[in-house]
Protein backbone atom coordinates (compact mmCIF):
# COMPACT_ATOMS: atom_id res chain seq x y z
CA UNK A 1 0.00 0.00 0.00
CA UNK A 2 1.11 3.14 -0.75
CA UNK A 3 0.45 6.56 1.51
CA UNK A 4 1.01 9.97 0.54
CA UNK A 5 0.87 13.02 2.80
CA UNK A 6 2.36 16.04 2.17
CA UNK A 7 5.97 15.87 0.77
CA UNK A 8 6.12 12.32 2.12
CA UNK A 9 5.67 9.08 0.69
CA UNK A 10 5.42 6.24 2.66
CA UNK A 11 5.33 2.31 1.05
CA UNK A 12 4.63 -0.34 2.86
CA UNK A 13 5.18 -2.65 0.12
CA UNK A 14 9.01 -1.29 -0.20
CA UNK A 15 9.04 -0.66 3.70
CA UNK A 16 10.44 2.89 3.04
CA UNK A 17 9.49 6.30 3.23
CA UNK A 18 10.11 9.58 1.26
CA UNK A 19 10.11 12.86 1.45
CA UNK A 20 10.35 14.87 -1.94
CA UNK A 21 11.51 12.00 -3.80
CA UNK A 22 14.52 11.58 -1.12
CA UNK A 23 14.93 8.30 1.24
CA UNK A 24 14.54 8.90 4.73
CA UNK A 25 15.99 6.50 7.12
CA UNK A 26 13.61 5.05 9.50
CA UNK A 27 13.93 2.45 11.66
CA UNK A 28 12.04 -1.16 11.41
CA UNK A 29 10.26 -0.87 14.88
CA UNK A 30 9.68 3.26 13.48
CA UNK A 31 8.48 2.13 10.62
CA UNK A 32 5.74 -0.32 11.89
CA UNK A 33 4.30 2.82 14.26
CA UNK A 34 3.67 4.61 11.39
CA UNK A 35 2.15 1.69 9.35
CA UNK A 36 -0.19 0.96 12.34
CA UNK A 37 -1.85 4.70 12.76
CA UNK A 38 -1.88 5.16 9.04
CA UNK A 39 -3.88 2.06 9.05
CA UNK A 40 -5.90 3.10 12.04
CA UNK A 41 -6.20 7.23 11.37
CA UNK A 42 -9.48 6.98 11.97
CA UNK A 43 -9.60 7.01 15.89
CA UNK A 44 -7.40 7.29 18.87
CA UNK A 45 -5.17 4.20 19.23
CA UNK A 46 -4.70 3.68 22.78
CA UNK A 47 -0.77 2.53 24.18
CA UNK A 48 -1.51 -0.74 25.23
CA UNK A 49 -3.12 -1.59 21.69
CA UNK A 50 0.18 -0.04 19.83
CA UNK A 51 2.22 -2.16 22.58
CA UNK A 52 0.52 -5.10 22.36
CA UNK A 53 0.69 -5.26 18.56
CA UNK A 54 3.66 -4.27 17.72
CA UNK A 55 6.11 -5.42 21.05
CA UNK A 56 3.85 -8.72 21.88
CA UNK A 57 6.59 -10.70 23.64
CA UNK A 58 8.18 -7.64 25.26
CA UNK A 59 7.67 -5.37 28.17
CA UNK A 60 7.76 -1.29 26.87
CA UNK A 61 8.01 1.26 29.32
CA UNK A 62 6.29 4.37 28.54
CA UNK A 63 9.61 6.40 27.93
CA UNK A 64 10.59 3.41 25.22
CA UNK A 65 7.06 4.44 23.91
CA UNK A 66 7.65 8.18 23.94
CA UNK A 67 11.40 7.63 22.30
CA UNK A 68 9.68 5.63 19.23
CA UNK A 69 7.12 7.98 18.91
CA UNK A 70 9.65 10.94 18.53
CA UNK A 71 11.55 9.29 16.06
CA UNK A 72 8.23 8.34 14.11
CA UNK A 73 7.34 12.06 14.28
CA UNK A 74 10.77 13.23 12.65
CA UNK A 75 10.92 11.01 9.90
CA UNK A 76 7.54 12.99 9.09
CA UNK A 77 8.54 16.12 9.60
CA UNK A 78 6.71 16.49 12.84
CA UNK A 79 7.50 17.32 16.17
CA UNK A 80 5.88 16.43 19.78
CA UNK A 81 5.04 20.46 19.89
CA UNK A 82 4.10 20.73 16.32
CA UNK A 83 2.51 17.60 16.36
CA UNK A 84 0.61 18.37 12.38
CA UNK A 85 0.98 14.50 11.84
CA UNK A 86 0.88 12.52 14.83
CA UNK A 87 -1.21 13.95 17.53
CA UNK A 88 -0.71 12.48 21.41
CA UNK A 89 -3.87 12.18 23.52
CA UNK A 90 -2.21 12.41 26.82
CA UNK A 91 -3.25 9.86 29.11
CA UNK A 92 -4.63 7.43 26.08
CA UNK A 93 -2.91 7.01 23.04
CA UNK A 94 -1.77 8.68 19.55
CA UNK A 95 -4.02 9.35 16.64
CA UNK A 96 -2.20 9.82 12.99
CA UNK A 97 -4.28 13.55 11.89
CA UNK A 98 -2.65 14.06 9.04
CA UNK A 99 -3.78 14.92 5.64
CA UNK A 100 -3.92 11.70 3.32
CA UNK A 101 -3.99 13.36 0.07
CA UNK A 102 -3.22 9.53 -1.94
CA UNK A 103 -3.60 6.08 -0.86
CA UNK A 104 -2.89 2.93 -3.39
CA UNK A 105 -1.25 -0.01 -4.67
CA UNK A 106 2.54 0.28 -3.88
CA UNK A 107 3.95 0.79 -7.79
CA UNK A 108 5.88 -2.23 -9.11
CA UNK A 109 9.84 -2.12 -9.22
CA UNK A 110 11.21 -0.85 -12.72
CA UNK A 111 11.71 -3.33 -15.25
CA UNK A 112 15.52 -2.50 -15.66
CA UNK A 113 15.73 -3.01 -12.17
CA UNK A 114 17.48 -6.40 -11.41
CA UNK A 115 15.74 -8.63 -8.75
CA UNK A 116 17.84 -8.19 -5.33
CA UNK A 117 18.05 -11.33 -3.05
CA UNK A 118 17.21 -9.98 0.17
CA UNK A 119 19.31 -11.27 3.67
CA UNK A 120 17.69 -12.02 6.76
CA UNK A 121 18.12 -9.23 9.14
CA UNK A 122 21.64 -9.84 11.62
CA UNK A 123 20.17 -10.26 14.97
CA UNK A 124 20.64 -7.11 17.23
CA UNK A 125 24.65 -6.46 18.68
CA UNK A 126 25.04 -7.41 21.82
CA UNK A 127 25.44 -3.38 23.71
CA UNK A 128 28.57 -2.69 25.18
CA UNK A 129 27.08 0.41 27.09
CA UNK A 130 23.93 1.33 28.28
CA UNK A 131 23.35 3.33 24.66
CA UNK A 132 20.05 4.74 24.50
CA UNK A 133 18.60 2.51 27.43
CA UNK A 134 16.65 4.29 30.10
CA UNK A 135 17.94 8.03 28.86
CA UNK A 136 15.17 7.89 26.03
CA UNK A 137 13.54 11.31 27.52
CA UNK A 138 16.93 13.41 27.74
CA UNK A 139 17.51 11.83 24.13
CA UNK A 140 14.12 13.45 22.88
CA UNK A 141 15.63 16.45 24.85
CA UNK A 142 18.60 16.71 22.60
CA UNK A 143 17.32 16.04 19.16
CA UNK A 144 14.92 19.00 19.98
CA UNK A 145 17.42 20.93 20.96
CA UNK A 146 19.69 20.37 17.91
CA UNK A 147 16.06 20.52 15.81
CA UNK A 148 16.20 23.96 17.34
CA UNK A 149 20.08 24.43 16.05
CA UNK A 150 18.85 23.71 12.76
CA UNK A 151 16.69 27.13 12.52
CA UNK A 152 20.19 28.75 12.51
CA UNK A 153 19.10 29.46 16.96
CA UNK A 154 22.12 28.15 18.41
CA UNK A 155 22.20 26.10 21.61
CA UNK A 156 24.21 25.53 24.23
CA UNK A 157 23.29 22.67 26.49
CA UNK A 158 25.17 21.58 29.57
CA UNK A 159 25.32 18.04 30.30
CA UNK A 160 25.80 17.26 34.04
CA UNK A 161 26.20 14.36 36.44
CA UNK A 162 28.59 12.45 38.81
CA UNK A 163 30.81 10.18 37.26
CA UNK A 164 29.67 6.91 36.32
CA UNK A 165 26.12 8.18 35.16
CA UNK A 166 26.73 8.23 31.76
CA UNK A 167 27.36 11.25 30.04
CA UNK A 168 29.43 9.97 27.50
CA UNK A 169 27.34 7.03 26.71
CA UNK A 170 24.49 9.62 26.34
CA UNK A 171 25.86 12.11 23.90
CA UNK A 172 27.67 9.05 22.09
CA UNK A 173 24.48 7.57 21.27
CA UNK A 174 22.86 10.80 20.44
CA UNK A 175 25.34 11.52 17.81
CA UNK A 176 24.91 8.03 16.45
CA UNK A 177 21.28 8.95 15.89
CA UNK A 178 22.06 11.86 14.00
CA UNK A 179 25.05 11.28 11.75
CA UNK A 180 22.33 9.61 9.64
CA UNK A 181 20.06 12.14 9.90
CA UNK A 182 21.65 15.12 8.82
CA UNK A 183 24.82 16.23 6.50
CA UNK A 184 26.73 18.00 9.58
CA UNK A 185 30.11 18.39 11.00
CA UNK A 186 30.99 16.86 14.67
CA UNK A 187 33.89 17.87 16.57
CA UNK A 188 34.82 16.43 20.00
CA UNK A 189 37.48 17.71 22.35
CA UNK A 190 38.35 16.59 25.49
CA UNK A 191 39.61 18.44 28.94
CA UNK A 192 42.03 16.54 30.59
CA UNK A 193 42.87 17.14 34.76
CA UNK A 194 46.35 19.50 34.79
CA UNK A 195 48.09 20.11 38.32
CA UNK A 196 48.87 23.33 37.10
CA UNK A 197 47.71 26.03 33.99
CA UNK A 198 46.00 23.90 31.29
CA UNK A 199 46.89 25.34 27.77
CA UNK A 200 44.23 27.86 26.78
CA UNK A 201 41.06 26.67 24.17
CA UNK A 202 42.77 23.23 24.80
CA UNK A 203 39.33 21.02 24.00
CA UNK A 204 38.51 23.42 21.26
CA UNK A 205 41.69 23.30 19.15
CA UNK A 206 41.41 19.17 19.31
CA UNK A 207 38.27 19.72 18.03
CA UNK A 208 39.00 21.53 15.46
CA UNK A 209 42.40 19.97 14.44
CA UNK A 210 40.33 16.70 14.03
CA UNK A 211 38.11 18.50 11.64
CA UNK A 212 40.16 19.88 9.48
CA UNK A 213 41.96 16.51 9.23
CA UNK A 214 39.11 14.94 8.87
CA UNK A 215 37.53 14.03 4.79
CA UNK A 216 36.41 17.37 3.13
CA UNK A 217 38.76 19.27 6.31
CA UNK A 218 40.93 21.35 3.71
CA UNK A 219 37.54 23.92 3.74
CA UNK A 220 37.79 24.15 7.39
CA UNK A 221 41.42 24.95 7.27
CA UNK A 222 40.75 27.70 4.28
CA UNK A 223 38.12 29.25 6.24
CA UNK A 224 40.24 29.54 9.51
CA UNK A 225 43.01 31.14 7.26
CA UNK A 226 40.65 33.59 6.12
CA UNK A 227 39.21 34.88 9.35
CA UNK A 228 40.78 32.81 12.40
CA UNK A 229 43.96 33.16 12.12
CA UNK A 230 44.99 33.24 15.69
CA UNK A 231 43.69 29.63 15.60
CA UNK A 232 45.18 28.33 12.83
CA UNK A 233 48.54 29.15 13.82
CA UNK A 234 48.45 27.07 16.92
CA UNK A 235 47.82 24.21 14.65
CA UNK A 236 51.36 24.43 12.53
CA UNK A 237 50.99 21.19 11.35
CA UNK A 238 47.85 21.95 9.42
CA UNK A 239 50.60 24.47 7.30
CA UNK A 240 53.30 24.41 5.06
CA UNK A 241 56.30 26.00 6.56
CA UNK A 242 56.00 29.14 4.28
CA UNK A 243 52.20 29.34 5.13
CA UNK A 244 52.91 28.98 8.42
CA UNK A 245 55.31 31.56 8.49
CA UNK A 246 52.96 34.00 6.90
CA UNK A 247 50.22 33.78 9.03
CA UNK A 248 52.65 33.98 12.24
CA UNK A 249 53.47 37.80 10.70
CA UNK A 250 49.82 38.71 10.27
CA UNK A 251 49.01 37.48 14.62
CA UNK A 252 51.65 39.51 15.94
CA UNK A 253 50.47 41.05 19.12
CA UNK A 254 46.98 39.04 19.03
CA UNK A 255 44.65 40.04 21.85
CA UNK A 256 42.95 37.08 24.09
CA UNK A 257 39.32 39.66 22.54
CA UNK A 258 40.59 38.88 19.19
CA UNK A 259 40.72 35.71 19.47
CA UNK A 260 37.56 35.09 20.59
CA UNK A 261 36.20 37.60 18.32
CA UNK A 262 37.58 35.38 15.49
CA UNK A 263 36.03 32.27 16.30
CA UNK A 264 32.66 33.70 17.13
CA UNK A 265 32.88 34.77 13.41
CA UNK A 266 34.56 31.32 12.19
CA UNK A 267 32.05 29.06 13.52
CA UNK A 268 29.34 31.39 12.44
CA UNK A 269 30.22 31.51 8.64
CA UNK A 270 31.03 27.67 8.38
CA UNK A 271 27.44 26.58 10.13
CA UNK A 272 25.81 28.77 7.42
CA UNK A 273 27.22 25.99 5.21
CA UNK A 274 27.01 22.75 7.06
CA UNK A 275 25.16 22.40 10.83
CA UNK A 276 27.96 21.64 13.64
CA UNK A 277 27.79 19.56 16.71
CA UNK A 278 30.80 20.73 19.10
CA UNK A 279 31.04 18.26 22.08
CA UNK A 280 33.65 19.06 25.01
CA UNK A 281 33.70 16.92 27.52
CA UNK A 282 34.96 16.83 31.38
CA UNK A 283 34.71 20.73 31.63
CA UNK A 284 35.03 20.38 35.58
CA UNK A 285 38.78 20.32 34.01
CA UNK A 286 39.00 22.89 31.19
CA UNK A 287 41.20 26.19 31.08
CA UNK A 288 39.71 29.74 32.04
CA UNK A 289 39.71 30.77 28.75
CA UNK A 290 37.41 27.95 27.16
CA UNK A 291 35.25 29.20 29.46
CA UNK A 292 35.53 32.45 27.94
CA UNK A 293 34.67 31.03 24.45
CA UNK A 294 31.70 29.32 25.43
CA UNK A 295 29.68 32.49 26.88
CA UNK A 296 30.91 34.45 24.13
CA UNK A 297 29.42 31.59 21.78
CA UNK A 298 26.18 31.33 23.99
CA UNK A 299 25.90 35.44 24.27
CA UNK A 300 25.86 36.20 20.50
CA UNK A 301 22.55 36.54 18.48
CA UNK A 302 23.85 36.06 14.98
CA UNK A 303 21.94 32.91 13.36
CA UNK A 304 23.94 29.90 13.45
CA UNK A 305 23.60 26.71 13.07
CA UNK A 306 25.89 25.31 16.16
CA UNK A 307 24.81 23.01 19.05
CA UNK A 308 27.32 23.00 21.90
CA UNK A 309 27.72 20.05 24.15
CA UNK A 310 29.32 20.06 27.38
CA UNK A 311 29.82 17.75 30.11
CA UNK A 312 30.89 18.19 33.76
CA UNK A 313 30.58 16.72 37.01
CA UNK A 314 28.82 18.94 39.34
CA UNK A 315 30.64 18.13 42.29
CA UNK A 316 34.36 18.14 40.93
CA UNK A 317 33.04 21.90 39.52
CA UNK A 318 32.07 22.35 43.55
CA UNK A 319 35.26 21.08 44.55
CA UNK A 320 38.00 23.11 42.76
CA UNK A 321 35.63 26.13 42.92
CA UNK A 322 35.53 26.28 39.09
CA UNK A 323 34.52 29.14 37.84
CA UNK A 324 32.26 27.13 35.41
CA UNK A 325 29.85 27.06 37.95
CA UNK A 326 29.33 30.82 37.83
CA UNK A 327 29.25 30.77 34.31
CA UNK A 328 26.95 28.11 33.66
CA UNK A 329 24.36 30.51 36.16
CA UNK A 330 24.90 33.73 34.59
CA UNK A 331 24.17 31.81 30.77
CA UNK A 332 20.94 30.46 32.43
CA UNK A 333 19.69 33.50 34.41
CA UNK A 334 19.65 35.18 30.73
CA UNK A 335 18.06 31.77 28.79
CA UNK A 336 21.40 31.45 27.28
CA UNK A 337 22.18 28.04 27.99
CA UNK A 338 20.43 24.99 28.97
CA UNK A 339 21.24 22.04 31.48
CA UNK A 340 20.47 18.35 31.23
CA UNK A 341 20.65 17.03 34.41
CA UNK A 342 21.26 12.71 34.16
CA UNK A 343 19.59 10.96 37.44
CA UNK A 344 20.23 7.28 38.19
CA UNK A 345 18.46 4.48 36.22
CA UNK A 346 14.97 3.26 37.04
CA UNK A 347 14.34 -0.65 38.13
CA UNK A 348 12.39 -0.53 34.52
CA UNK A 349 15.54 0.62 32.61
CA UNK A 350 17.83 -1.74 34.17
CA UNK A 351 15.31 -4.73 33.33
CA UNK A 352 15.60 -3.59 29.97
CA UNK A 353 19.56 -3.67 29.45
CA UNK A 354 19.39 -7.23 30.84
CA UNK A 355 16.85 -8.42 28.25
CA UNK A 356 19.24 -7.08 25.44
CA UNK A 357 22.12 -8.15 27.25
CA UNK A 358 21.48 -11.35 28.11
CA UNK A 359 18.66 -12.47 25.00
CA UNK A 360 16.49 -15.29 25.77
CA UNK A 361 17.99 -16.00 29.55
CA UNK A 362 16.44 -17.68 32.03
CA UNK A 363 16.94 -17.38 36.05
CA UNK A 364 18.04 -20.82 37.20
CA UNK A 365 17.61 -21.45 41.29
CA UNK A 366 20.43 -23.06 43.20
CA UNK A 367 18.31 -25.91 44.53
CA UNK A 368 17.56 -26.83 40.32
CA UNK A 369 13.65 -26.10 41.01
CA UNK A 370 11.81 -24.99 38.06
CA UNK A 371 13.50 -21.77 36.06
CA UNK A 372 12.01 -18.38 36.45
CA UNK A 373 11.47 -15.73 34.08
CA UNK A 374 14.34 -13.56 33.91
CA UNK A 375 15.54 -10.61 34.11
CA UNK A 376 12.39 -9.94 36.94
CA UNK A 377 14.25 -11.23 39.97
CA UNK A 378 17.60 -10.05 39.24
CA UNK A 379 16.69 -6.56 37.93
CA UNK A 380 15.37 -5.91 41.21
CA UNK A 381 18.54 -7.02 42.82
CA UNK A 382 20.73 -5.29 40.62
CA UNK A 383 19.14 -1.93 41.54
CA UNK A 384 18.98 -2.31 45.10
CA UNK A 385 22.60 -3.02 44.31
CA UNK A 386 23.72 -0.17 42.35
CA UNK A 387 20.89 1.96 43.09
CA UNK A 388 20.53 2.50 39.56
CA UNK A 389 24.19 4.04 38.37
CA UNK A 390 24.55 2.88 35.21
CA UNK A 391 28.52 2.81 35.35
CA UNK A 392 28.04 0.84 38.61
CA UNK A 393 25.24 -1.57 36.98
CA UNK A 394 27.75 -2.57 33.96
CA UNK A 395 30.37 -3.04 36.29
CA UNK A 396 28.80 -5.18 38.20
CA UNK A 397 27.08 -7.46 35.54
CA UNK A 398 30.02 -7.47 33.32
CA UNK A 399 32.11 -8.85 36.36
CA UNK A 400 29.39 -11.50 36.79
CA UNK A 401 29.94 -12.93 33.96
CA UNK A 402 33.56 -12.79 34.02
CA UNK A 403 33.35 -14.97 37.25
CA UNK A 404 31.51 -16.82 35.49
CA UNK A 405 28.60 -16.57 38.20
CA UNK A 406 25.92 -15.39 34.89
CA UNK A 407 27.10 -17.85 31.97
CA UNK A 408 25.66 -19.12 28.79
CA UNK A 409 24.99 -22.94 29.05
CA UNK A 410 23.41 -24.53 26.17
CA UNK A 411 22.68 -21.36 24.71
CA UNK A 412 20.85 -19.79 27.24
CA UNK A 413 22.26 -17.34 29.83
CA UNK A 414 21.80 -18.46 33.49
CA UNK A 415 22.58 -17.15 37.10
CA UNK A 416 24.82 -20.14 38.45
CA UNK A 417 24.81 -18.63 42.09
CA UNK A 418 22.02 -17.26 44.51
CA UNK A 419 21.81 -13.44 45.12
CA UNK A 420 23.59 -13.64 48.67
CA UNK A 421 26.50 -14.80 46.88
CA UNK A 422 26.14 -11.44 44.24
CA UNK A 423 26.26 -9.68 46.97
CA UNK A 424 29.11 -10.49 49.02
CA UNK A 425 31.64 -9.24 46.48
CA UNK A 426 32.38 -6.04 44.61
CA UNK A 427 34.52 -5.67 40.93
CA UNK A 428 37.86 -4.45 41.72
CA UNK A 429 37.49 -1.55 38.87
CA UNK A 430 34.78 -0.20 41.00
CA UNK A 431 36.19 -0.06 44.22
CA UNK A 432 39.80 1.58 42.73
CA UNK A 433 38.09 4.49 41.33
CA UNK A 434 35.85 4.83 44.82
CA UNK A 435 39.38 4.61 46.86
CA UNK A 436 40.94 7.42 43.97
CA UNK A 437 37.85 9.75 44.58
CA UNK A 438 38.03 9.06 48.47
CA UNK A 439 41.72 9.85 48.35
CA UNK A 440 40.66 13.28 47.27
CA UNK A 441 39.02 14.30 50.12
CA UNK A 442 40.85 16.37 52.78
CA UNK A 443 42.41 14.49 55.79
CA UNK A 444 39.93 16.06 58.19
CA UNK A 445 37.08 14.78 55.74
CA UNK A 446 37.81 11.49 55.34
CA UNK A 447 38.36 10.74 59.04
CA UNK A 448 34.45 11.67 59.27
CA UNK A 449 33.78 9.82 56.34
CA UNK A 450 35.83 6.54 58.14
CA UNK A 451 33.95 6.98 61.29
CA UNK A 452 30.24 7.38 60.04
CA UNK A 453 30.85 4.30 58.25
CA UNK A 454 31.25 2.13 61.41
CA UNK A 455 27.37 3.07 61.77
CA UNK A 456 26.47 1.87 58.33
CA UNK A 457 24.71 3.62 55.35
CA UNK A 458 23.56 6.40 57.96
CA UNK A 459 25.07 8.40 60.42
CA UNK A 460 24.75 11.27 63.08
CA UNK A 461 27.05 14.05 62.71
CA UNK A 462 26.58 14.03 67.10
CA UNK A 463 27.79 10.55 67.03
CA UNK A 464 30.71 10.90 64.83
CA UNK A 465 31.91 14.28 66.62
CA UNK A 466 31.44 11.89 69.97
CA UNK A 467 33.87 8.93 68.08
CA UNK A 468 36.34 11.29 67.09
CA UNK A 469 36.66 13.73 70.64
CA UNK A 470 35.52 16.76 68.52
CA UNK A 471 33.27 19.43 68.79
CA UNK A 472 29.36 18.49 67.28
CA UNK A 473 29.08 22.05 65.22
CA UNK A 474 32.53 21.53 63.20
CA UNK A 475 31.90 17.97 62.52
CA UNK A 476 28.43 19.11 61.09
CA UNK A 477 29.83 21.70 58.80
CA UNK A 478 32.45 19.22 57.46
CA UNK A 479 29.79 17.05 56.79
CA UNK A 480 27.59 19.25 55.25
CA UNK A 481 30.34 20.39 53.25
CA UNK A 482 30.58 17.64 51.45
CA UNK A 483 26.94 16.83 50.81
CA UNK A 484 27.17 20.18 49.31
CA UNK A 485 29.32 19.19 46.55
CA UNK A 486 26.98 16.37 46.05
CA UNK A 487 29.89 14.10 47.30
CA UNK A 488 29.60 10.89 49.04
CA UNK A 489 27.21 12.07 51.42
CA UNK A 490 23.19 13.12 51.23
CA UNK A 491 21.76 15.48 54.17
CA UNK A 492 18.86 13.40 56.07
CA UNK A 493 17.70 16.54 58.23
CA UNK A 494 18.11 16.87 61.95
CA UNK A 495 18.54 13.97 64.55
CA UNK A 496 17.60 14.81 68.17
CA UNK A 497 19.46 13.02 70.87
CA UNK A 498 17.83 12.09 74.12
CA UNK A 499 20.01 14.55 75.93
CA UNK A 500 18.55 17.38 74.04
CA UNK A 501 22.06 17.72 71.10
CA UNK A 502 21.24 18.57 67.88
CA UNK A 503 22.73 17.06 64.37
CA UNK A 504 22.48 16.92 61.39
CA UNK A 505 21.72 13.47 60.19
CA UNK A 506 23.91 11.68 56.64
CA UNK A 507 23.73 9.32 54.65
CA UNK A 508 26.34 7.96 52.35
CA UNK A 509 25.24 8.04 48.70
CA UNK A 510 25.22 4.95 47.90
CA UNK A 511 25.88 1.77 49.88
CA UNK A 512 28.89 0.50 47.86
CA UNK A 513 30.48 4.23 49.25
CA UNK A 514 30.14 3.02 52.49
CA UNK A 515 31.23 -0.52 52.00
CA UNK A 516 34.46 1.62 50.11
CA UNK A 517 35.16 3.40 53.57
CA UNK A 518 34.06 0.88 56.53
CA UNK A 519 36.93 -1.98 54.29
CA UNK A 520 39.71 0.38 54.60
CA UNK A 521 39.39 0.64 58.33
CA UNK A 522 41.69 -1.65 60.20
CA UNK A 523 39.96 -4.61 62.22
CA UNK A 524 40.81 -2.47 65.68
CA UNK A 525 39.40 0.21 64.36
CA UNK A 526 36.04 -1.05 63.73
CA UNK A 527 33.09 -1.05 65.99
CA UNK A 528 29.80 -3.34 65.17
CA UNK A 529 27.26 -2.19 67.03
CA UNK A 530 24.26 -4.68 68.15
CA UNK A 531 21.26 -4.41 65.89
CA UNK A 532 19.47 -1.73 68.45
CA UNK A 533 21.83 0.67 68.12
CA UNK A 534 22.18 0.65 64.98
CA UNK A 535 18.72 1.34 63.78
CA UNK A 536 19.04 4.22 66.50
CA UNK A 537 21.41 5.92 64.59
CA UNK A 538 23.91 4.92 67.05
CA UNK A 539 26.00 3.02 65.16
CA UNK A 540 28.65 1.19 67.87
CA UNK A 541 29.63 4.98 69.11
CA UNK A 542 27.61 4.46 72.63
CA UNK A 543 28.61 3.37 76.00
CA UNK A 544 26.84 3.24 79.33
CA UNK A 545 27.04 5.80 82.54
CA UNK A 546 27.45 4.67 85.56
CA UNK A 547 23.16 4.94 85.89
CA UNK A 548 22.88 2.92 83.23
CA UNK A 549 21.80 5.09 80.18
CA UNK A 550 23.83 5.36 76.44
CA UNK A 551 25.37 8.05 75.66
CA UNK A 552 27.75 8.99 72.95
CA UNK A 553 31.13 7.44 73.76
CA UNK A 554 34.53 7.18 72.11
CA UNK A 555 34.95 4.08 70.08
CA UNK A 556 37.35 4.87 67.59
Known amino acids: MLYVFGDYTLDTQRCEVQCAGQPVHV ?36 ATLDSCMAEARRAVGDSGRAQRVIHTRHGYGYRFVGIVQAEGVSLPEPETTLPVERAPMPPPEVPKTLGAVGREVELEHLHRWFDQALTGARQVVFVTGEAG ?56 TALLARRAPTWLVQMPWLLSPEDLQTLQRQVVGATRERMLREMAEALEALTASQPLILVLEDLHWSDYSTLDLIAMLARRQEPARLLLLGTYRPAEVARRDHPLHAVQQELHVHGWCTELPLTFLTATA ?33 HQRTEGNPLFMVNMVEYWVTQGWLAEVEGRWTLRVGLPELQ ?18 RPEERRVLEVGSVSGAAFS ?92 GHAL
Open 165 to 220: LGKTTVVEAFLAQVRDREALRIGRGQCIEHYGVGEAYLPVLESLGRLCQAAGGEGL
Open 350 to 382: IAEYLEARFPGVQLARLRRRRAEPFPTELARFV
Open 27 to 62: RAKVFQVLVYLLTHRDRVVPKQELCDQLWPTQFISD
Open 424 to 441: ADMPASLRQMLETQLDRL
Open 461 to 552: AAAVAAGLEDDVMQIDERCAAVERRSQWLRSCGEQVWPDGTVAGGYSFVHALYQEVVYSRLTVARKVVPPPEDRDAGGGGLWTTDGRGRRRA
